[in-house]
Structure formats: structure tokens, C-alpha cells
């Protein structure tokens, strides 16, 4: 059992560097044999801050990773970024705003039906995952968003997605957008304030 503050931050260090995916502290405690890390997490985050590799908490769970000004160091090859599609970025929108959510609720959001490949692209991508059914006719398959997600686009949880006023300020929002916002503002939606 770990004790002592300095074996207790090196003992999460090493589980954290060995573990294949970030970790929950629930998950830590579990795997260096102690009830409670108390604000070890913080403390070992502090200091690895400013240094090549940081210790970060998305979604709950916590992992390395590279520096962000120092990941153009560890690029050897060219990256050839796949483009999602709009409709794959329309649905990834409409997951990460409205989960859990149905294949059918986010058709009708979107207006359009949606192929089945552009959730595949995402469940590839490991942004989304099955979120269980829906207890309605049919019992439909729900879809949320992953820590994956949190973790390629910067967020500490879905509350850190940018709202109305934010994409207006972007400039992001075109009046059909803003007319849709208007529409559910007066049927009482508001989807960007939901967790």
C-alpha cells in the first residue's frame, strides 16, 4: 500500500505512463492499492506543467501527452488529414449538442437522412459510441460522444463546447442558422446548455 506523498505521486506516474488509455482516479486508486488520491492528480499535473510531456484531465479520465508546442518535434512523416465530410461534421455537431441522441432524432435535425457510413467514419474515429437504447417503439440505438472526443478537440467535457453567442461572435452562424436558434429559443430548446 502507498503512503507517503512523494512514493504515492511516483506510483500514479508510473501507472499513468504504463496504462494503454487515460485513466479515471477511481481507476488509479484501484490499480496502486489506495482509498482516496486526495489532490495527488493536480499535484503531479503542476508539475509536469511547461515541461515536454503534461499530465491533463479530460472527460474525468487523465493521461500524458505530448506538449502541444512540442508535437512538431515528434512529426516524422507527413500527416495526410482525412476531411470529414459536412454531413459527418453536421452529425458530430448534433451528437456532441443533443446526447444521447437516435439515428432518427438526428435526420430530423439535420433535415436529411444520413448514411450509414458517416457514422461508421466517426465510430472509426472513435469520437462517438453506442450509448444504449431508448426506451421507446423500436428501441432505438443512441449514439455519445467518447473521451476520444474530448480529447482531440481540446475539452475538458462537453461544457467547454462553444455556444450561440460564441459561434455568432466567430462569425459562424449564417441566418438560416439564425433563424433555426430563433425557432428554439421559442419552443423552449436550448441545446448548447445541455451536459
Not at 484501484?30 to 486526495?38: H, K, R, S, Y
Amino acid at each position: 500500500m502507498i503512503e507517503e506523498p512523494d512514493n504515492l505521486l511516483r506510483a500514479l506516474e508510473a501507472a499513468l505512463f504504463a496504462a494503454e488509455e487515460p485513466m479515471s482516479p477511481a481507476e488509479l486508486s484501484t490499480v496502486i492499492g489506495i482509498d482516496a488520491l486526495g489532490d495527488a492528480l493536480p499535484r503531479l499535473a503542476a508539475l509536469y506543467a511547461g515541461r515536454g510531456i503534461e499530465l491533463v484531465e479530460r472527460g474525468g479520465r487523465w493521461h500524458f501527452q505530448t506538449a502541444a508546442d512540442m508535437a512538431h518535434i515528434l512529426r516524422r512523416t507527413r500527416e495526410e488529414p482525412r476531411k470529414l465530410s459536412r454531413a459527418g461534421i453536421e452529425t458530430l455537431a448534433i451528437i456532441a449538442y443533443h446526447e444521447p441522441v437516435s439515428r432518427a432524432e438526428i435526420e430530423a435535425i439535420r433535415g436529411v437522412q444520413i448514411s450509414k457510413g458517416t457514422l461508421d467514419v466517426l465510430l472509426e474515429a472513435g469520437w462517438i459510441r453506442p450509448a444504449g437504447r431508448r426506451e421507446a417503439p423500436g428501441r432505438p440505438l443512441l449514439y455519445a460522444t467518447t473521451p476520444s472526443f474530448l480529447t482531440h478537440f481540446g475539452l475538458s467535457s462537453r461544457k467547454d463546447l462553444p455556444g450561440i453567442a460564441d459561434l455568432k461572435a466567430a462569425g459562424l452562424l449564417d441566418p438560416v442558422d439564425l433563424a433555426f436558434e430563433q425557432l428554439q429559443m421559442e419552443t423552449g430548446g436550448a441545446p448548447d446548455d445541455e451536459e
